[in-house]
T-cell receptor, first 112, second 115 residues
Framework: GDSVTQMEGPVTLSEEAFLTINCTYT??????LFWYVQYPGEGLQLLLKATKADDKGSNKGFEATYRKETTSFHLEKGSVQVSDSAVYFC???????????FGSGTRLQVQP | KAGVTQTPRYLIKTRGQQVTLSCSPISGHRSVSWYQQTPGQGLQFLFE???????NKGNFPGRFSGRQFSNSRSEMNVSTLELGDSALYLC??????????????FGPGTRLTVL
């Protein structure tokens, strides 16, 4: 069935370090792909998205490229800040259920 | 444009009680989805509404129900609460102007604690 696999957390980095959070998916066809972020005590915020193969989504210094060949959508940021500390979710729409299929989330902790 | 709003933000109930949660989607959005988030199970789909009709339902017992009003606002109800229902309940809305599932935008959630 459809699924999303994310790297286990927590990921602990120092400020200004490079970030990569891996995401791979199993889906029928080539769905749109999303990264959502959840700050402590809040709901999910859309961080970025890509709608077709080779698209690059970007926002707030974060980037992710839709790789059809490797069915991946890894999240990257060149220089993280303490304010980036949050849980990051990779997701895609399950068109059959009309719902998003989420990964388990990766907690990022950035230390000053 | 105002985002998705959910009320109340926090609720404390006891086992056996029932609860109703409310969600107001982004203006113009016609699809509303509900998700349950728990530390153990992660994010799980509850149900989705469009034009006052439930189009799909996740794998939850019948104690979980919902509805959508003509103005697209939605409510979900949980009857006979159990301890395991303690969770963050998230509502998401999307436009679906063309019938295609668009990007879903989430509200802040309602934190339900069952004692």
């Amino acid at each position: 069935g459809d699924s999303v696999t994310q790297m286990e957390g927590p990921v602990t980095l120092s400020e200004e370090a490079f970030l990569t959070i891996n995401c791979t998916y199993t889906a029928t066809g080539y769905p749109s792909l999303f990264w959502y972020v959840q700050y402590p005590g809040e709901g999910l915020q859309l961080l970025l998205k890509a709608t077709k193969a080779d698209d690059k989504g970007s926002n707030k210094g974060f980037e992710a490229t839709y790789r059809k060949e490797t069915t991946s959508f890894h999240l990257e940021k060149g220089s993280v800040q303490v304010s980036d500390s949050a849980v990051y979710f990779c997701a895609f729409p399950d068109t059959g259920r009309r719902a998003l299929t989420f990964g388990s989330g990766t907690r990022l902790q950035v230390q000053p | 444009k105002a985002g998705v709003t959910q009320t109340p933000r926090y609720l404390i109930k006891t086992r056996g009680q029932q609860v109703t949660l409310s969600c107001s989607p982004i203006s113009g959005h016609r699809s509303v989805s509900w998700y349950q988030q728990t530390p153990g199970q992660g994010l799980q789909f509850l149900f989705e509404y469009f034009s006052e009709t439930q189009r799909n339902k996740g794998n939850f017992p019948g104690r979980f129900s919902g509805r959508q009003f003509s103005n697209s606002r939605s409510e979900m109800n949980v009857s006979t609460l159990e301890l395991g229902d303690s969770a963050l309940y998230l509502c998401a809305s999307s436009l679906e102007a063309s019938g295609i599932k668009d990007t879903q935008y989430f509200g802040p959630g309602t934190r339900l604690t069952v004692l």
